[in-house]
């Protein structure tokens, strides 16, 4: 049983420029949810997936994110034009549908905005 | 108000000592989850311990046990014998039943330093 993966671990990039990243969830998991850490603070949950479908989204911070999961499987979520406050910790987790299981999260996209 | 609240920002146990990390929470759902992560300065969040509110038995596994008080709205962690591999950031979490998705809403979390 290999965990959530996500890809890059760390992405650094200049103000205004748009950044993809990736998540690989436990294979047999149908839910997907992202969250943002910024440093000291608990996860905040963002937008999460049933199979391929966004179920929930109004949590994303802005227009400028946004998040696909087109076969169900892999996920991305995208920040256009970044801003210096979206230096934060992006975190993916997967979960199996029934109400008491866990999210297992991956190790995180920590994103730097020079 | 905050959904869940962690009070001790940090914590000091000595090695082999057992330690309590307090959690509150607020909701008027009357179903709902609760779970115990641990962030190493790693960065990644391992789960360590599940409570559903209508759970008769407080959970356990392994050296962590939950006090879990419902009246009180509390379900604190409690670590046994306490490691050096257990200095960490612990995050308490809830998952109400009528929020779409599960979402997990997080507290802001203990630092947890165990000394040897």
């Known amino acids: 049983d290999t965990g959530v993966s996500q890809d890059p671990r760390h992405k650094i990039t200049k103000r205004g420029q748009n950044v993809t990243f990736r998540c690989d969830p436990i294979s047999e998991h149908n839910r997907l949810y992202w969250y943002r850490q910024t440093l000291g603070q608990g996860p905040e949950f963002l937008t999460y997936?049933?199979?391929?479908?966004?179920?929930?989204k109004s949590r994303l911070l802005s227009d400028r994110f946004s998040a696909e999961r087109p076969k169900g499987s892999f996920s991305t979520l995208e920040i256009q034009r970044t801003e210096q406050g979206d230096s934060a910790m992006y975190l993916c987790?997967?979960?199996?549908?029934?109400?008491?299981?866990?999210?297992?999260f991956g190790d995180g996209t920590r994103l730097s905005i020079l | 108000a905050q959904k869940i609240t962690q009070t001790q920002p940090g914590m000091f146990v000595q090695e082999k000592e057992a330690v309590t990390l307090d959690c509150t929470y607020d909701?008027?759902?009357?179903?709902?989850?609760l779970f115990w992560y641990k962030q190493p300065s790693s960065g990644e969040m391992i789960f360590l311990i599940y409570q559903g509110s209508y759970d008769q038995q407080n959970a356990t596994e392994g050296r962590y046990s939950l006090n879990f008080q419902k009246a009180r709205k509390s379900a604190n962690l409690v670590i046994s014998a306490s490691q050096l591999g257990d200095s960490a950031m612990y995050f308490c979490a809830m998952r109400e039943n009528n929020n779409a998705g599960n979402m997990l809403t997080f507290g802001g979390g203990t630092r947890l330093m165990v000394k040897p």
């Open positions: 987790a997967s979960s199996l549908g029934t109400v008491n299981q866990p999210q297992h």
């Open positions: 909701t008027s759902d009357p179903s709902y989850g």
């Open positions: 997936f049933q199979n391929e479908a966004q179920l929930e």
